[in-house]
């Protein structure tokens, strides 16, 4: 991989990205007002609010209505799939965090059977609870947290692996590779027995407008928009002008590819080549219609993706 830095080192890449005009209005979703209007009805029995979010993307694409309607509970940030983020830059972006108030942060992978941060969440919450005002929840000896997010960032796993960790048992919560599993504020979880702790599910919420296309690319990049929203095609160019700009050539070696390249439609032709994902067309010529095997980009744009979101392509962090 050292070797592939240095033959970059003189290589030109794009210094930007061209989203060739598109309007984020109407690019990237955001119309979730319905969840977090039942968010905001919940609030009542809520002692604590869990925050999850992207480690790749600890600063960028949280929902800022998250901030403005539910602050007046403690906060604790929970930063998944750290496994894949590159952390080398860990200090700085608690930083920055602490500069936007936040400043209960953990860095989480929910789906490792046994992860050390994981344990420390509830014993967190707790000491958050207890440091700060109950009102007419004083009486109450159990707790009661609310998990959010945007979609598809781990809200359901971490209230698995909690569960799982604290109580010994099995799934609680549907859990899903596509945003929008969970689609509505769901019955109490219980996840811990000594303290009795319960955590509500709440569905993924995206701001009702990504402030630019750049955090927009970062979060469909990510899996939290609908791949066919945005487009693979997009998307995987944005993420083969990500992986250059952060010196992340992982993806020469995974698709035996001679070099880095900054042109999708050369990679994603050798990604269908080695794989296999060809289609077969028709075209018309002289000589009259004849069917031809041509490279799927489609399919091969979709295979570049999904092996970023494993984390197959290297850690990264882009923010």
Known sequence: ?????????????????????REIAHWFPGHMAKGLKQMKANLRNVDCIIEIHDARIPLSGRNPLFQESLHIRPHLLVLNKMDIADLSNKQNVLKQLAKQGVKNVVFTDC?????????????????????SSRFHRTEDSNYCLMVIGVP?????????????????????SRV??????????????????RPLVY?????????????????????????????????????????????????????????????????????????????????????????????????????AAYDFIRAFRKGELGRVMMD
């Open 1 to 21: 991989m050292r070797l592939h830095a240095l033959l970059c080192s003189a290589k030109q890449f794009r210094d930007v990205f061209d989203f060739g005009g």
């Open 111 to 131: 789906l490792r059977q046994k992860d050390e941060n994981v344990k420390k969440v509830v014993p967190m919450v707790t000491e958050l609870i207890k440091s």
């Open 152 to 172: 598809n960032v781990g809200k359901s796993s971490l209230i698995n692996a909690i569960r799982r960790m604290n109580l010994k048992k099995g799934k609680a």
């Open 176 to 193: 899903g590779g596509e945003p929008g599993i969970t689609r509505a504020v769901l019955t109490k979880i219980q996840v811990c027995e």
């Open 199 to 299: 955590l509500l599910d709440t569905p993924g919420v995206l701001p009702p407008r990504i402030e630019n296309i750049e955090t927009g690319m970062k979060l469909a990049l990510c899996g939290t928009i609908l791949d066919h929203l945005v487009g693979e095609d997009v998307i995987a160019d944005y993420l083969l002008y990500t992986l250059n700009r952060l010196e992340k050539f992982s993806y020469v070696d995974k698709y035996e590819l001679e070099e880095p390249s900054d042109d999708i439609q050369h990679i994603l032709k050798r990604i269908a080549v080695k794989l296999g994902k060809t289609q077969r067309v028709k075209a018309i010529t002289g000589v009259g219609e004849v069917t031809l095997t041509v490279p799927n980009y489609t399919a």
